[in-house]
């Protein structure tokens, strides 16, 4: 199989790496090797490599920015797919923005600002691509990626591409029914608003981040989701677990949802700290806390 993993797929013009170490890209820093790490350039590449997946029932996983996942110490035994290239690119027709799914979403929420489009300000410091962010509908407080996006192209797992419109998608807090595809392009509808108004918004999030988050870290923002009507940040906090930590893993002292790699980290002490922390909210508070990072094994 190995061997034919890369000559079935060197033909198709994708960049193919073995052994690729996953550290190198989730903002965590953490992360064995990857069996194979492939970089798709355009749809008809994603179109070959993922039937060629489907049709060898080959393990694999398509990440983003990276900014969300943990990946186990031993790597991915597998390939791990990542969009580059077309999938960066975008274009605006006046309110609508269409924008490939590696795109990344910070630098849409500063450009559509820039072109008085009001909609993705709110967006402004969550980490990772257009695609990941809809993927797991990211956002602030009461306000989601999905609010503003009108409809998206995916490539299902056997290579058929698809335009999902509102009614066929289903988004809840920090998740949506997009599980079984790969976002490929997505289609925003702003609204044309004054350049200042949206720009004070952007200054607001980048301040409130930089008091209340442990910017400049390795971390993969929110480890859990919030409870119902509390934050998890609160609660870990109430249990004086800032600063706790599991060799180089550790419990931000700038926000307690947040978890630092302080050097080189492991995926295991990850595991346990997380572990640790949702045993101790669960004896406190009876709130069984679910992680928001994806863990991959
Ligand atoms: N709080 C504490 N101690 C802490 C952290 C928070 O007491 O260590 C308190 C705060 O003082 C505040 C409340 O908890 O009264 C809520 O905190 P915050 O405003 O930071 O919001 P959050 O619920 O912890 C959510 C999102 C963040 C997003 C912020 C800002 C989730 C899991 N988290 O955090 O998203 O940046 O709101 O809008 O939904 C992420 O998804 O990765 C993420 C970081």
């Known amino acids: 199989m190995d061997k034919n993993i890369l000559s079935e797929l060197s033909p198709t013009g994708c960049n193919i790496k073995q052994n690729e170490p996953l550290s190198k890209h989730t903002t965590l820093g953490i992360g064995g090797n990857a069996d194979y790490f492939v970089e798709i350039f355009n749809e008809q590449q994603l179109i070959q490599v993922l039937k060629f997946i489907y049709n ?17 110490d031993e790597g991915f035994r597998g390939i791990i797919i990542k969009l580059c290239g077309d999938f960066c690119k975008y274009e605006i027709q006046e309110n609508q923005i269409i924008c490939g799914s590696a795109v990344n979403l910070s630098f849409l929420s500063k450009m559509t600002a820039d072109r008085e489009l009001s909609g993705l300000e709110y967006f402004v410091g969550i980490p990772g691509t257009v695609g990941g962010a809809i993927y797991g509908n990211a956002g602030i407080k009461n306000l989601s990626v999905s609010s503003v996006l009108d ?75 919030n409870p119902k009507d509390d934050s998890a940040g609160r609660l870990i906090d109430s249990l004086n677990l800032k600063n706790y930590s599991i060799g180089d893993i550790k419990v931000s002292n700038i926000h307690a949802n947040f978890i630092i790699n302080e050097s080189n980290g492991s995926a295991k002490d990850m595991l346990n700290l997380i572990e640790f922390i949702r045993n101790e909210v669960r004896k406190k508070y009876d709130i069984n806390l679910e992680t928001e990072i994806k863990i991959i094994k």
């Open 56 to 72: 060898n029932k080959i393990k694999f996983y398509i990440i983003g920015g990276g900014s969300n996942i943990l990946f186990s």
């Open 151 to 225: 409809k998206v192209e995916v490539v299902n797992f056997t290579g058929k591409k698809e335009i999902l419109t509102k009614k066929d998608l289903k988004f809840e807090y920090r998740k949506s029914n997009l599980q079984q595809c790969i976002i490929i392009r997505a289609f925003f509808i702003l609204k044309k608003t004054n350049k200042n108004d949206i720009l004070k918004v952007i200054l607001q999030e980048i301040n409130k981040r930089k008091i209340s988050q442990p910017i400049g870290t390795k971390n993969a923002g929110c480890v859990f989701k």
